[in-house]
């Protein structure tokens, strides 16, 4: 089974805190993800990466950065927390395919609460 | 740009009931259609998925058919139970569309519950 494993469940930090959100994946999928899931709005991409040391924005970069040092690990960095970015992230793996576009599997997510 | 509109919740249906949940779709490429249950405190997991045109997923029940024509990957199972309650998200992927590699693009899903 692929298994893609965040490394906390829930996550209380202070404004103005550096957070390290930390993902690994280990089938060697080429593409990560990381979403944050909000109310309302649905699953919203913030950052993907397709090999390591690349990323690209998604939707909503702002306020983030992500790190890939490793094929395994994908890291979030949210680099001044602030009380907007309490929500619940998640971060997904993928195959990459030039000709379909295979499923991503994702981690059990990370409920982060900045006060 | 890319896009998925799916109806909105909440859903609640008595046990043994038919369930749709409609999923209608925008892309400029050919994409991969992808139906994926949330269960409360969890991460998501896929439930179904088809990859071209008049391709049906299936799944514990749950089906869904790639249909190019009315652009749409609607969700239907026969029978809910009571632990079918969860939030159903409708997803599409285009590995052709602006660079994307495959990201998925979600609907903002639907509440589903279930009462004995």
């Known amino acids: 089974d692929v298994k893609v494993t965040q490394s906390s469940r829930y996550l209380v930090k202070r404004t103005g805190e550096k957070v390290f959100l930390e993902c690994v994946q280990d089938?060697?999928?080429?593409?990560m993800f990381w979403y944050r899931q909000d109310p309302g709005l649905g699953l919203r991409l913030i950052y993907f990466s397709y090999d390591v040391k690349m990323k690209e924005k998604g939707d909503i970069p702002e306020g983030y950065s992500v790190s890939r040092e490793k094929k395994e690990r994908f890291s979030l960095i949210l680099e001044s927390a602030s009380t907007n970015q309490t929500s619940m992230y998640l971060c997904?793996?993928?195959?990459?395919?030039?000709?379909?576009?295979?499923?991503?599997?994702f981690g059990q997510g990370t409920r982060l609460t900045v006060v | 740009g890319d896009s998925v509109t799916q109806m909105e919740g909440p859903v609640t249906l008595s046990e043994e009931a038919f369930l749709t949940i409609n999923c209608t779709y925008t892309a400029t490429g050919y994409p991969s259609l992808f139906w994926y249950v949330q269960y409360p405190g969890e991460g998501l997991q896929l439930l179904l998925k088809?990859?071209?045109?008049?391709d049906k997923g299936s799944n514990k029940g749950f089906e869904a058919t790639y249909r190019k024509e009315t652009t749409s990957f609607h969700l239907e199972k026969g029978s809910v139970q009571v632990s079918d309650s969860a939030v159903y998200f409708c997803?599409?992927?285009?590995?052709?569309?602006?660079?994307?590699?495959?990201?998925?693009?979600f609907g903002k899903g639907t509440k589903l519950s279930v009462k004995p």
């Open positions: 088809a990859t071209k045109a008049d």
């Open positions: 089938m060697d999928h080429e593409n």
């Open positions: 997904a793996s993928s195959v990459l395919r030039s000709e379909y576009a295979t499923e991503a599997f």
């Open positions: 997803a599409l992927s285009d590995p052709n569309y602006g660079g994307s590699q495959g990201n998925l693009i």
